[in-house]
C-alpha cells in the first residue's frame, strides 16, 4: 500500500484554569504540584502592581511565603536566569510560579529547568536542536505554574522559553518537555491593566502566531483549525479591547486566542518571526509590536505560496475580498493599533541589514515558511520592511 501520510510527533498542552477570578486558586494548584515553597517569578514592570500583590497575598495566607524574584528584562538573558537561580537556591525553594507577559513567563521556567543540573551544564546547551534537550536531568526540573498576564506569547502552554544571549545578541529558543507548565491559570482580568500599546503589541504577536502556524506546509491538522479560529477571534476582539480595556469578554477571546497560537505553531513559524528575532534581540525592540510591523510585508512575499488558503481563512473569518481582503484588513488592524508603519520607524538601520539578514536565515522559524528564504530574498523582504 502506498501512502503519503507523512510521520509526525504531536503534542497538546496542559490542565489550563480558565475563568475571571480564578487567581484565588493559585495555593491549591501548588499543593496539588507538590510545591511547597514557590519562588514567584515576575517582571520588573509588573512587580509593584495590584495584580502582583493580590497573587502573592493569596500564597502567603496559605502558608506557602510570598518569595518573589523581578530582575527579569524585557528580553531576558543568561544573567537574569543566573540572579533567578541564586535566588532560588538561597530561598531553599520547589517549584516557580511564572507570572507575566512572554519575558516573565520565559525566566521562570529557565529558573525552573536550570537551578537543580548540574554544575557545569550550560543552559546553551538546552537548545531546541534535535535531542540536545536529553542532557538536562528531567528529574532535576522543578514544577512550573504558569500564570499569564498578558494576551500574546502563549509562553504558558508551551515547552519552551526564549533567552537571549546576552554576548551575541542572539535570541535562542530553549526546550525541554518537561517546561510544560503543570497547571496554567488564565484569568482574563489580570490583563485589564496591560498598557495600550502591549495589549497591541502581544495581540498582534498572537495573530503572528496563528497565521504563520495557518500558513505553513507541514501537515498538522489540529493545529491547523486551531490557528484558524485564534485569528478570527484576534480579528473580532483585538479592536475590543484596545479600545475598552475594561472588556472582560473580550480579554478573554484574547487570552483563548494566545493560548491558541501558541498550540498551534507547533506546525511552524515562518519569516515574521525569522526577522523579529534579530531585530528584538539587536534592538531591543517589543517582540509583538516588531511581528505587527512585518507581518503584511510577510504576507505578501508568502502570496504565490498560501494565496488560496488565506483565501479559505478570509471567507470563515468573514473578511471580504479573498487574499487582497485579508491583507487590507491586517493593515487596517495596524493602524487603528498604531503600530509602526516600516522598521525605519522603530530604529532599524539601513547599514545593520546584511547581519540581520545573516541571523534572520539562523533562525529556527525559517523552516515553517511556505517559500524557502534565501540570502537574497530575506535581504530583499527586510528591504521591503523599511
Not at 498538522?220 to 476582539?237: D, Y
Request: glycine share 10%; charged share 20%; with cysteine.
Amino acid at each position: 500500500m502506498s501512502h503519503n501520510v507523512p510521520n509526525r510527533n504531536w503534542s497538546y498542552p496542559t490542565a489550563m484554569k480558565f475563568g475571571v477570578g480564578r487567581i484565588a486558586e493559585l495555593a491549591e494548584h501548588c499543593r496539588d504540584a507538590g510545591i511547597t515553597k514557590p519562588l514567584f517569578v515576575t517582571d520588573k514592570a509588573l512587580a509593584g502592581l495590584p495584580i502582583t500583590a493580590e497573587a502573592l497575598a493569596v500564597l502567603k495566607s496559605a502558608g506557602l511565603g510570598d518569595a518573589i524574584f523581578s530582575g527579569v528584562d524585557p528580553n531576558p538573558n543568561e544573567k537574569n536566569m543566573a540572579d533567578g537561580i541564586a535566588a532560588y537556591r538561597a530561598g531553599g525553594h520547589d517549584g516557580v510560579i511564572a507570572f507575566g507577559g512572554g519575558s516573565g513567563l520565559d525566566l521562570g521556567k529557565m529558573i525552573a529547568l536550570m537551578a537543580g543540573q548540574r554544575e557545569g551544564l550550560s543552559v546553551w546547551e538546552l537548545e531546541d536542536i534535535g535531542d540536545w534537550y536529553t542532557r538536562a536531568d528531567a528529574s532535576k526540573i522543578a514544577p512550573i505554574i504558569a500564570v499569564p498576564t498578558t494576551a500574546g506569547t502563549g509562553s504558558e502552554v508551551g515547552r519552551a522559553g526564549v533567552l537571549t544571549n546576552s554576548e551575541t545578541h542572539k535570541k535562542k529558543i530553549i526546550f525541554h518537555p518537561k517546561l510544560m507548565p503543570v497547571v496554567t491559570i488564565c484569568d482574563p482580568a489580570l490583563t485589564v491593566g496591560m498598557p495600550r500599546f502591549i495589549t497591541a503589541g502581544t495581540g498582534m504577536d498572537a495573530l503572528a502566531h496563528c497565521l504563520e502556524a495557518y500558513s505553513s506546509p507541514l501537515y498538522h491538522p489540529m493545529s491547523q483549525g486551531i490557528a484558524l479560529e485564534g485569528m478570527r477571534l484576534v480579528f473580532e476582539n483585538l479592536p475590543k479591547v484596545y479600545d475598552n480595556p475594561n472588556d472582560l469578554d473580550a480579554r478573554a477571546h484574547m487570552m483563548s486566542a494566545a493560548a491558541m497560537g501558541a498550540v498551534a505553531f507547533q506546525k511552524g513559524l515562518g519569516a515574521i518571526h525569522a526577522l523579529s528575532h534579530p531585530i528584538g534581540a539587536v534592538y531591543n525592540t517589543h517582540h509583538g509590536t516588531t511581528n505587527a510591523v512585518v507581518m503584511p510585508m510577510v504576507l505578501e512575499f508568502n502570496r504565490s505560496a498560501i494565496e488560496d488558503r488565506i483565501k479559505h481563512a478570509a471567507a470563515y473569518i468573514g473578511i471580504e475580498g479573498g487574499f487582497a481582503g485579508f491583507h487590507d484588513q491586517i493593515m487596517e488592524l495596524r493602524t487603528k493599533l498604531s503600530i509602526p508603519e516600516s522598521l525605519s520607524a522603530l530604529g532599524v538601520q539601513f547599514g545593520d541589514l546584511d547581519m540581520l539578514t545573516e541571523m534572520a536565515l539562523e533562525d529556527p522559524s525559517c523552516g515553517g515558511n511556505p517559500i524557502e528564504l534565501t540570502r537574497q530574498n530575506t535581504r530583499a523582504l527586510f528591504d521591503a520592511c523599511m
